[in-house]
């Protein structure tokens, strides 16, 4: 029974349907305190004094906290892509001297119940002189503190010579680009609760998620603690995404306060808070240039971009300029290739990762090239494409730079063959023509495609054990994450097929400290290619083990035994077969059948690698714009996504409807911005558009398996960003093209206010007489 | 998101909850009624009323009567009520074609016609229905009865004339004539979000050509309104695209559109002249 490449249903759904999921909020302890934020009003300014006598007096509030009281705990360092000159600008858990964004934690209370905490945080006197803001990133340089100035580093990557490559050009075509501020807003907000376990003398943290062993480890290297006495819980998590489960202020300060006040402290999140104190995310502009020859072929490229990082540096450091340098470039040929990334410092939310980050921005400006560049030489986007896309036979494609810290090598690919397939699937050239008859007919409808490449199954390792008991149940514990996404099942599925049991025997323990020593856990489309491989690794040794002691107890050579449906029995299909719970009873410390075997019918397995591996896809849109409104339809909608191979065909489909649900955010709804004070205006769902079902169109999902990954033996890829990567860049291109104004659409996201300016701007062409035609 | 700590009252007679109000209103007391709008800005402590008086228990309130001219609507009615038509003839089908637009299912099962007049807000649908039709309201207090006009009661965009101890108890629609036409068009970026600008339309068709036309547009101005300009347009013509376009276009004329962080106010101008003229094209048969 093979379980591998089958839908089966998810063994983690039975909790979640029947209400009987454990998200943050629902653990609570006895006597425990309630946490509220006071946050900064300012976007920017002097900390003259915090008034905290009428909170105090409050009956009920138990402390209030400002950075005196928490002056000995470092600030939140980083965890990934740490590069030079960042450390003065990392995060302290509460405001030291300057506020920097409004929201800032500023001061923490702590009461008996939240509706104390919550009457006294608005006692707090925050006393603060303002000082001016900066909300662009792009603008000039400023101070951040003392000598540090607002652009703490630069992102610079290339290869090649780019001068060469212009002065040799035929055309050069230059863009310039932005993504708007938005971020993941999960149905869950944030939550943490801390308790001292005395009797233990253990640290616990409930309401981990996405790495909780590098969360316990700075917290524990913050408080002065031993890794061993601090223990991180994951419960359910509803939805990560990139934002939840970094480490931020109040993870630290429940657990500070947990350790002080003797009693366990709980936090959770609300929504105004969330779109105000979670890690925003894609606001970047760049200025890009290709030179093409006569054909339209891509000789350089030249990218110069402005993050907006807001704040802080948080634990990401520079993970997406890093991502957004190293991936701009896509399934192209680019011969000489030049960035300067520009990390900027503003007075907003600081940022961090959101699914497919540094790539929904840079899909956006690449494709957005391409069709640029197919309009320059006057053949189809298609065709710019074809003529540049990285072949098939050159794989595996060395590109001489490197990405969070490892070497780019696009490991498999047909890049060209999802191409015809997504052309084909969405019957690309009957579309053209029945666009081009409603066109005739006065429509403004059109269609655009976005190609890129990802990247998945981020090690540099995974491990994992795994135990049968007597009982015959299986337990693999692993140190990856859950926040949703389908691991349990996955992950069984993986240990079912290789141990050869059902999946439904399989138990997957994860994000628990206590049960694993290390962890990676749950980003960058990492768990199915790393945690699935260590899975599969380990359950071929419990399977020798097993096959082993069965060998003795049947009498017949362990080569000639299999385990099928859970049991032991003679691959010749002889009658005799042994349950593995027997097997593992006679592995038992106490067992005499065990002979010198070490005890437990369990293993470790562990999977390294240096490499990323590179996923790839097609997005296709086909879009009718309201002339009069501005308002865009999406008519019909295809992703395409090589993920080498599909454990469970229904659970990546899922993730890329999900995906694209946020991608569409991103290119259409969601935009969180702020006035020249540094104000943020987005901070509740009245004003934070994210689409619902009734602005999801169904769309259609080709999943394919042309290309696994040689890196893993499942030949795995990670299946959890492609449905978001390239909407904005589809979406834009199909609007360009229902203009019939190539470039139009220079700035996601793309709202009917917008689009209505640009249809204005297509009848002052039609009226100035200049012809635009569009290419199809 | 906790609201600051408030003390609930729960009438159930009109007689208490006037007293009721007439006592706690001049200590920061507030109406309670679907909470829809109330409840949000108090997780938020954008408000932080001292006192609350729940007039959902008042039973009195609680109905829609019809009389031969009007359609009365009791400040307990919700949204809902209207998902079916709730008279015979034009003012049920326009009532119930426009509620499918404000919010959500579940938020419709709450939010009621009167709170949503005296809430005032300058996308309100029932603003509009009431601002085109020329509804009035029922003010009580212990003071009594009166009767306001819905264009002087809304003052500005959530601002209203009802004193600090009247309660808004009814809303009269007057009842349309059996000749009536009607159109509703609405613009807002999500199903259910509030409008960026909407159009109500009615008129009498007699021997073929307009007469008595209404033109209300919401959602563009700090409140929803009545355009004679439009009107003027349409009276005494007949119905076709090129003077439904010319009303749209004195609609954009007259108006003085708001801007805001989903739409600037030329814009909401654009969308004027597109949602009239829309609502006007959906008045055909
Ligand atoms: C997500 C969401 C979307 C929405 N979208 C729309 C929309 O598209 N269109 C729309 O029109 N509305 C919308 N609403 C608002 C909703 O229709 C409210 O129900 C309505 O605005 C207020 O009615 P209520 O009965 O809920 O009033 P409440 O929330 O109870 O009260 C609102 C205010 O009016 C006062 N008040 C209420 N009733 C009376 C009375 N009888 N006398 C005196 N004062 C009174 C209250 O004191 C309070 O100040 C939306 C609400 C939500 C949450």
Redesign the interface.
């Given at each position: 029974m093979a379980f591998i490449g089958r839908s089966v249903p998810r063994l983690e759904d039975r909790p979640l349907v029947t209400g009987k999921g454990r998200f943050a909020a629902d653990v609570s302890f006895p006597h425990q305190l309630h946490m509220r934020v006071v946050r900064s009003p300012q976007a920017h300014g002097r900390i003259l004094a915090i008034g905290t006598s009428a909170a105090l007096g409050l009956p009920g509030v138990v402390a209030v906290w400002t950075a005196g009281d928490v002056s000995d705990i470092p600030p939140i360092d980083f965890r990934m892509t740490k590069i030079e000159g960042l450390e003065p600008y990392r995060q302290h858990i509460l405001a030291t001297d300057h506020v920097r964004y409004v929201g800032e934690p500023v001061a923490v209370v702590f009461a008996e119940d939240?509706?104390i905490a919550?009457?006294a945080a608005?006692l707090v006197e925050v006393g603060i002189e303002e000082l001016p803001v900066i909300t662009a990133a792009d603008g000039p340089v400023g101070i951040f503190a003392g000598t540090a100035s607002t652009e703490p580093a630069q992102v610079r990557k290339g290869y090649g010579d780019v001068e060469a490559a212009f002065k040799s050009a035929t055309h050069v075509v230059e863009l310039d680009l932005s993504t708007g501020r938005h971020s993941a807003v999960p149905m869950e907000t944030r939550g943490a609760l801390g308790r001292y376990d005395a009797s233990k003398d253990v640290l616990e943290m409930y309401g981990a998620a996405k790495v909780p062993h590098w969360n316990r480890d700075q917290v524990a290297r913050m408080l002065k603690r031993s890794p061993s006495q601090v223990h991180f819980y994951e419960g359910h998590v509803g939805g990560g995404f990139g934002v939840r489960g970094e480490l931020y202020p109040e993870d630290v300060l429940v657990c500070a306060a947990a350790l002080r006040l003797g009693r366990p402290v709980k936090w959770i999140e609300?929504?105004?808070e969330h779109l105000i104190a979670a890690n925003h995310s894609r606001q970047q502009r760049h200025k890009i240039r290709a030179a093409i020859d006569a054909t339209g072929k891509i000789i350089g490229i030249e990218n110069e971009f402005f993050h907006d990082q807001g704040a802080y540096v948080r634990t990401h450091a520079a993970t997406v300029p890093d991502l957004s340098a190293a991936m701009v470039l896509g399934p192209y040929h680019v011969p000489h290739y030049r960035t300067l990334g520009h990390i900027r410092l503003t007075n907003k939310t600081p940022c961090g990762t959101y699914r497919a980050p540094g790539r929904f921005e840079t899909t956006f400006v690449r494709e957005r090239l391409m069709d640029a560049i197919a309009a320059r030489v006057g053949i189809t986007p298609v065709e710019a494409r074809r003529r540049n896309l990285i072949g098939k036979d050159e794989m595996p494609f060395e590109r001489p730079i490197d990405a969070l810290g490892t070497h780019v090598v696009y490991d498999s690919g047909d890049y060209a063959g999802l191409l015809d397939k997504s052309l084909r699937k969405v019957g690309w050239d009957e579309l053209q023509m029945s666009i081009e008859a409603r066109r005739a007919a006065g429509e403004l409808v059109g269609a655009g495609i976005g190609m890129f490449v990802e990247k998945s199954g981020l090690g540099p390792y995974d491990g994992v054990k795994i135990a049968v008991d007597v009982g015959g149940k299986v337990e693999v514990i692993t140190g990856a994450a859950s926040v949703g996404q389908g691991v349990e099942t996955v992950i069984a599925q993986i240990c079912a097929d290789t141990l050869g049991v059902d999946y439904t025997a399989v138990r997957v323990v994860h994000g628990q400290t206590d049960r694993i020593d290390n962890g990676m856990g749950a980003f960058a489309s990492r768990v199915t290619a790393m945690t699935g491989e260590a899975t599969r690794i380990a359950a071929l040794k419990v399977k020798a083990k097993a096959l082993d002691m069965a060998a003795d107890l049947m009498q017949a050579a362990a080569a000639d035994l299999e385990i099928v449906d859970g049991r032991v029995t003679a691959a010749s299909g002889a009658k005799a077969s042994i349950a593995l719970g027997d097997v593992a009873r006679h592995l038992l410390p106490v067992s005499r059948t065990r002979g010198e075997r070490e005890p437990g019918l369990s293993a470790e397995g562990w999977f390294f690698s240096d490499h990323m591996n590179y996923p790839y896809g097609v997005h296709v849109a086909v879009v009718r714009i309201d002339a009069?409104?501005?308002?865009v339809a999406i008519e019909k909608y295809l992703v395409a996504y090589d993920v080498g191979r599909a454990i469970n065909p229904m659970l990546v489909e899922g993730q890329i409807v999900g995906g694209f649900a946020q991608g569409l955010g991103g290119a259409m709804?969601e935009e969180l911005?702020y006035d020249e004070r540094g104000e943020p205006?987005?901070v509740?769902f009245?004003?934070y558009?994210i689409?619902?079902a009734?602005?999801v169109p169904s769309i259609d999902v080709l999943v394919t398996e042309d290309a696994p990954s040689p890196l893993n033996h499942l030949g795995v890829k990670g299946a959890g960003e492609g449905g978001t990567n390239a909407v904005g860049a589809a979406i834009a291109a199909a609007i360009d093209d229902a203009l019939g104004l190539p470039g139009a659409v220079t700035q996601l996201p793309i709202?009917?206010?917008r689009v209505?300016?640009m249809v204005v701007r297509r009848a002052d062409f039609a009226a100035s007489g200049i012809v635009q035609k569009p290419l199809s | 998101?906790?609201p600051?700590?408030f003390e609930y009252h729960r009438p159930t007679t009109l007689e208490e909850a006037v007293k009721a109000l007439a006592e706690y209103a001049p200590q920061d007391g507030r109406i309670l009624s679907g909470g829809q709008s109330l409840v949000?800005t108090m997780a938020?402590?954008m408000a932080k009323p001292a006192h609350l008086i729940d007039i959902n228990g008042v039973r009195e309130l609680a109905d829609i009567k019809v009389t031969e001219d009007a359609l009365i609507i009791g400040a307990g009615v919700r949204h809902a009520a209207f998902h079916k038509p709730v008279v015979d003839g034009a003012l049920g089908q326009l009532l119930s074609f426009v509620v499918r637009h404000i919010a959500h299912y579940p938020i419709r099962q709450r939010g009621t016609f009167c709170g949503s007049l005296a809430h005032a807000d300058p996308s309100s649908e029932w603003c509009l229905v009431s601002a085109t039709l020329d509804a009035e309201i029922t003010a009580t207090s212990v003071r009594g009865a009166r009767s306001i006009a819905v264009t002087e009661l809304i003052e500005w965009a959530m601002s209203t004339t009802l004193a600090e101890d009247e309660i808004l108890t009814s809303v009269r629609l007057p009842l349309l004539p059996e000749n009536t036409r009607f159109g509703f068009y609405e613009?807002s970026?999500?199903?259910?979000?509030?409008a960026?600008a909407m159009s109500l339309v009615t008129y009498e068709l007699a021997d073929g050509v307009i007469a008595a036309p209404r033109v209300g547009i919401g959602g563009v101005e700090g409140v929803p309104r009545r355009i004679a300009e439009a009107e003027e347009v349409l009276l005494g013509q007949k119905p076709s695209p090129d003077l439904f376009r010319a009303a749209a276009e004195a609609v954009a004329n007259a108006a003085d559109p708001m801007s805001d962080?989903?739409?600037?106010a030329n814009?909401r101008r654009?969308?004027a002249?597109?949602v009239v003229r829309r609502a006007l094209e959906r008045s055909l048969p």
């Open positions: 939240p509706y919550e009457d608005d609300d929504r105004r009069e409104t501005g308002d709804f911005s205006l987005s509740t009245a004003d558009l689409p619902t009734h602005e709202t009917p206010d209505k300016q | 998101m906790k600051a700590s949000p938020l402590r613009f970026r999500r199903a259910g979000d509030y960026l962080l989903q739409a600037s814009y654009d969308l002249r597109t």
